[in-house]
Nanobody, 115 residues
């Protein structure tokens, strides 16, 4: 089993920045991919960004150029730096981890962007 503990998030005005972090523990040898999904009220959960152990990453088109995902393999931690936030970024952000797809999930953290 893998446990994911998220931190960060909160409320900010449009144009502001927030950062998220997610630390993994447990059977971390099974983890290759880590990243973030988000779910806004009334919408499906969507991929925000994903990074694999080697460093390759991919992003949702809606956050490209504004969000940056990074990873510290020694700390088993993934980070999401979110800049130039927009009201449509408001959602619960979930950390995920797994071999290729995400099999493990954090508890979620709220990000609220006001206009």
């Amino acid at each position: 089993q893998v446990q994911l503990v998220e931190s960060g998030g909160g409320s900010v005005q449009a144009g502001g920045s927030l950062s998220l972090s997610c630390a993994a523990s447990g059977s971390i040898f099974s983890i290759n991919a880590m990243g973030w999904y988000r779910q806004a009220p009334g919408k499906q959960r969507e991929l925000v960004a994903r990074i694999i152990r080697g460093g390759n990453s991919n992003y949702a088109d809606s956050v490209k150029g504004r969000f940056t995902i990074s990873r510290d393999n020694a700390k088993n931690t993934v980070y999401l730096q979110m800049n130039n936030l927009k009201p449509e970024d408001t959602a619960v952000y979930y950390c995920g981890a797994g071999l290729l797809n995400f099999n493990y999930w954090g508890q979620g953290t709220q990000v609220t962007v006001s206009s």
